[in-house]
């Protein structure tokens, strides 16, 4: 039954299901207008960012790995980065070519896991993927072929597919033979077929007639799609730097959230991740991928997100393609790590998380000693321009009963992929009317 328009409502989702955590979503509407809504992060501070405090400089990479057990590679190359900057190293091509590959594992397995697991049963009305899976056994089964693609060429590159133990400042511990990578070609050119296949599938998905116009932020590189290298540029004109992201970003508190919110200074909301990756690097993708995203429906650009879906599938293509070249073009690095030594400085460095940006700054004492730390993860930089996105879609929906509206809610809140930690909970929802 549709409600009176005039009424107040709230809506409070306890908890949100298929998302990477423990959040929350609460919204009041007084007649046609929405007077609040908060995206809550409730689930407790895990203070990484003193818990490295007084640690030593080569521990980075694994003590974050641990902030995320779905996109460990993305923590790990922005940590040794900025460490590898604020010794004033840097590595050679072989160790950015592997270090690339490795974070081809980690977008092929994140993003076949939210398209099949998290994000595809709302578009075809499942509560679960294990409800999809009865269904359309063989669909889901594509999607685990892909994550297990993913997975092993984590294990082999990283030493294991979650919390990779094969990283370390200035390179690796042991560089994987020719060989050992040869094995992974097989089930990448099965993935290959496997992805395209699923940007045709997504692509054919209906989706709510809805765009954002935020400030889109990603990595742009010289020549390639940005995963682990670029500046950071957005379409309104921002070119910088790691060691000025700082500069350009703020990190604000707010009552509702146990997460910061980020901001860009003097011009407020912005947004990172697959859409503003795909808008800016489209140039970027193979052609084959350009070629994919064409036939699924999108243009250069994308500004609905809900087609979030269709552009991680495009972006599961490419890393795939990409992964398969890096293996056929694969140069050992020799040594596998160059030696870092410690000085007092600060350094800062980032890469592309599957979510989007990720910033890393430490500074360092003379003997290596991490003095400060601070960590900036995609979720935080996007909340802001989530809760706004769910006021204008919720304004526009205003006609819809409660239940219909929150089920669209929870489905535009997964459209970010939001990773608050590795976590899944079902919903509790509580609906207050007031005439």
């Not at 116009?213 to 990595?219: F, I, P, Q, R």
């Not at 795909?278 to 036939?295: G, N, V």
């Amino acid at each position: 039954m549709t409600s009176d328009r005039r009424e107040m409502r709230r809506i409070s989702v306890g908890a949100l299901a298929r998302v990477e955590g423990e959040g929350a979503m609460r919204i009041r509407v007084q007649g046609t207008t929405v007077e609040e809504v908060a995206l809550d992060i409730y689930e407790p501070p895990r203070f990484f960012e003193a818990l490295l405090r007084g640690r030593a400089y080569t521990e980075p990479p694994d003590i974050t790995a641990r902030i995320c057990g779905i996109c460990p590679v993305a923590y790990q190359t922005s940590a040794v980065q900025a460490i590898e900057a604020a010794c004033g190293v840097e590595v050679g091509p072989s160790v950015q070519a592997l270090r690339r590959l490795l974070y081809c594992g980690e977008w092929i397995q994140s993003h076949a896991l939210h398209i099949y697991l998290l994000h595809a049963p709302d578009f075809l009305g499942y509560d679960s993927a294990l409800e999809l899976a009865k269904v359309v056994p063989d669909v889901v089964q594509r999607g685990l072929t892909l994550k297990k693609a993913g997975n092993d060429l984590m294990n082999v590159v990283g030493g294991r597919a979650v919390h990779p133990v094969n990283v370390r400042v200035g390179g690796f511990y042991r560089a994987p033979s020719a060989a050992e990578l040869e094995t992974l070609v097989e089930p990448l050119q099965r993935a290959l077929e496997a992805a395209e296949e699923t940007v045709r599938w997504v692509g054919g998905f209906t989706f709510p007639d809805f765009e954002h116009d935020h400030e889109y932020v990603a990595l742009r590189h010289a020549s390639d799609y940005p995963m682990e290298a670029g500046r950071m540029v957005s379409d309104q004109g921002l070119d910088i730097a790691p060691d000025a992201f700082e500069d350009h970003v703020e990190e604000l508190h707010v009552e509702h959230s146990n997460a910061l919110h980020a901001v860009l200074r003097e011009r407020g909301t912005y947004m990172t991740g697959p859409l503003a990756r795909y808008s800016l690097d489209f140039d970027r993708l193979s052609p084959r991928a350009q070629e994919a995203a064409r036939e699924a429906g999108l243009g250069t650009t994308c500004r609905n997100p809900f087609k979030s879906i269709v552009v991680r599938a495009v972006e599961t293509l490419y890393a795939v393609e990409e992964a398969l070249s890096l293996i056929q073009r694969y140069r050992a690095p020799n040594p596998s790590a160059v030696e870092v030594e410690p000085r007092a400085g600060r350094g800062s460095g980032w890469s592309e998380a599957p979510r989007g940006l990720l910033y890393h700054r430490y500074t360092l004492a003379a003997d290596g000693t991490i003095e400060e730390a601070v960590i900036t993860p995609p979720t935080s930089q996007n909340q802001r321009a989530i809760e706004a996105d769910l006021a204008r879609f919720v304004e526009a929906h205003l006609d819809l009963d409660d239940q219909a509206l929150t089920w669209q809610c929870e489905q535009a809140i997964r459209n970010y992929d939001p990773c608050i930690s590795c976590a899944t909970h079902f919903l509790d929802l509580d609906v207050e009317r007031r005439p």
